[in-house]
């Protein structure tokens, strides 16, 4: 089916830790997938992408981790931050022929960090 | 850094009532999109736009709905006749190449009263 699903719905955190956020795709055709953050009130903000091609890539304080095998999506943040207090959503595409970059999304997960 | 603007961030309107809401994409971009997000839910598709014309849309996206490149800056999204269940924050997408990354806007919240 056409799902992107999340495994855990909220995340606690303390100040400093490292966070790790997960999510499961269903359709093995996916080869792009996005992590999106969404502050209260605010659109969906870029964080990070991965391509199918790939199974790690890192940007600053995030890594996105692909496994394919188990169409298993992970984010990890080090030293998580307040500001990083938000709902985090996955995303992916794949190419349907004239499909031009439908991306489905995740449930999400309400990460917060406490000081 | 450019990007993706929406007006107004917010509308109330009666039910039967027609809506429009306007975003401006990021200005090199081809790929238009709009996506809405009922209160507590996930994301999900609208409609994708490209070359003035739809490329796709989801089942969401009834007769009630159309959008429209009116000029070479804005892209809008009209509802023809408000239901209940149009309230919701609708948020416009664009991208620079088909199946790249996809910016947001920060959305309208549209309540239907």
């Known amino acids: 089916g056409e799902s992107v699903g999340l495994h855990l719905p909220t995340l606690s955190v303390q100040e400093g830790d490292n966070s790790i956020i997960n999510c499961a795709y269903s359709?093995?055709?996916?080869?792009?997938f996005i992590w999106y953050k969404q502050e209260s009130g605010k659109g969906p903000q870029f964080i990070i992408d991965i391509r199918s091609n790939m199974d790690k890539r890192q940007g600053q304080r995030v890594t996105v981790l692909l496994n394919k095998t188990v169409k298993h999506l992970s984010l990890q943040i080090a030293a998580t931050q307040p500001g990083d207090s938000a709902v985090y959503f996955c995303a992916e595409n794949y190419d349907r022929g004239s499909t031009l970059g439908r991306l489905y999304f995740g449930r999400g997960t309400q990460l917060t960090v406490w000081p | 850094e450019p990007e993706v603007t929406q007006t107004p961030s917010h509308q109330v309107t009666q039910m039967g009532q027609e809506v429009i809401l306007r975003c401006v994409p990021i200005?090199?971009?081809?790929?238009f999109y709009w996506y809405r997000q009922i209160l507590g839910q996930k994301v999900e598709f609208l409609v994708s736009f490209y070359n003035n014309e739809i490329s796709e849309k989801s089942e969401i996206f009834d007769d009630q709905f159309s959008v429209e490149r009116p000029d070479g800056s804005n892209f809008t999204l009209k509802i023809r006749s408000t239901k209940l269940e149009d309230s919701a924050m609708y948020f416009c997408a664009s991208s620079n190449l088909a199946g790249e990354t996809q910016y947001f806007g920060p959305g309208t919240r549209l309540l239907v009263l």
């Open positions: 200005s090199n971009h081809l790929y």
């Open positions: 359709n093995s055709a996916s080869d792009y």
